[in-house]
């Protein structure tokens, strides 16, 4: 299913005899929260550029590469988009995105040089510039402080300050708060999606915190020993347990279905109205320490775009200071003087300056999740090796081996 938003902040100038442009921006948030602050940074920009209408249309998440690409190769590609890291090497290296370098470097009050520079790693080759990031997002621990409080067990973050803050304790936390046969669970993988769309989600920080990676150096290191024993936690927690939320089952964190989940600060819309006190706290760490995660996304114009020179300048709107600013209550920024300003630690009404704070650690920490330009191919052909995992007697270390006999020719 896709959900268009159209804006109308420039039916007035197209009465006036403006040449009528419409800018299609593909998002994957469904969102009321996110698409009405979308509208509003595109009805000032309407105001400025008289008969521009720009349309937010969304598609899903596990859909969304496959649908921008049909777009792309069946002629009816879309001005601008959202991208995630692990799409940015397969994209800037098929020539589909537009270089926008010139628009942002050739205008001074942009202040191009604000961009963290790690964050703009991907975006960038030579003087080349093929995105910018709205959301450098830390993955972290969101957990239902009530059902912590009732079972007399110690806030996650009481043990991140004493160190004892570990997936260990996560699962032994788990599993005290579990019921699965009253369908309640202590732990709920990243937007449930942790047996398909979102199975390297789920898994990274637990593996990056025993001490695993996913590949370097062109060689897959999915079954090494550290990620074997970081994935067998995930799996035990599954299936021993019965403290995580399964495959095929429902229960969802932001509905009162499960203690903890982890997720970026987006989805924090998802607890007005929560029956339930909740907070946030860092990811767990490992044998190998802390190990903090970030997902990336980032604006892209399409260079088979109608409007290339619009969308460029759209672009440029939409991640300037002070819009980025706005856009810090939902997507930490990547602008560093955003990122250090009030502007981002009193952004969100949702999250004390105090929870900011271990957003905004978790960026500075975070290593993003792995890319590469033949991602969606190794993704593809990683899932249904991963799906073998999903079964109680599944033999962890052989499966990861599968994984990476899969993955490796594409590396």
């Known amino acids: 299913m896709i959900k268009r938003i159209i804006l109308s902040g420039a039916f007035a100038a197209l009465a006036q005899g403006a040449t009528a442009q419409d800018l299609r921006m593909t998002v994957w948030t469904g969102s009321e929260a996110h698409l009405g602050m979308l509208n509003g940074i595109a009805e000032s920009f309407a105001e400025t550029h008289p008969g521009v209408t720009v349309s937010f249309e969304t598609i899903p998440f596990g859909d969304y590469v496959q649908k921008v690409t049909l777009q792309l190769a069946g002629g009816n590609p879309p001005d601008l988009g959202w991208l995630l890291e692990t799409s940015a090497p397969t994209f800037v290296n098929a020539g589909v995105l537009l270089d926008v370098g010139a628009t942002l470097k050739g205008d001074a009050d942009y202040d191009f040089a604000d961009l963290s520079e790690p964050a703009m790693a991907l975006w960038e080759s030579g003087d080349a510039v093929y995105g910018v990031p709205f959301s450098t997002s830390p993955f972290i621990v969101f957990y239902n402080a009530t059902m912590f409080e009732e079972a007399g067990l ?69 079954d090494s020993p550290e990620a074997v024993e970081a994935v067998t936690l995930y799996h035990d927690m599954v299936f021993d347990d019965r403290s995580a939320v399964p495959p095929g089952e429902q229960a969802d964190f932001f509905t009162g279905g499960a203690a903890m989940t982890v997720t970026q600060i987006s989805r924090v819309t998802k607890l007005d109205g929560a029956g339930f006190e909740w907070g946030i706290a860092p990811l767990p760490s490992g044998p190998a320490g802390e190990a903090a995660t970030t997902g990336q996304a980032a604006i892209v114009a399409f260079a088979q775009g109608e409007h290339p020179e619009l969308a460029a300048e759209f672009l440029a709107y939409m991640t300037e200071k002070a819009n ?74 052989a499966v990861l081996g599968e994984v990476c006999a899969a993955a490796e020719p594409l590396l």
């Open 154 to 222: 110690p806030d996650p973050n009481e043990m991140a300050a004493t160190g004892e803050w570990t997936w260990a304790a996560l699962r032994e936390a788990a599993a005290t708060l579990s019921d699965a046969d009253d369908g309640i669970y202590g732990f709920q993988s990243v937007d449930g999606q942790g047996y398909d769309a979102r199975v390297m989600h789920t898994l990274m920080p637990i593996i990056r915190a025993y001490g695993g990676e996913a590949w370097s150096d062109g060689a897959c290191t999915l």
């Open 324 to 397: 980025v600013a706005t856009m810090a209550e939902f997507f930490p920024p990547a602008r560093t003087s955003v990122l250090d300003s009030p502007a981002f630690t009193t952004s969100n009404p949702a999250l004390s300056e105090e929870q900011m704070g271990i957003v905004a650690q978790g960026i500075a920490d975070g290593i993003v999740l792995p890319s590469h330009e033949n991602y969606p191919q190794i993704e593809a052909a990683m899932r249904p090796r991963f799906d073998a995992l999903w079964q109680p007697d599944a033999d962890v270390a």
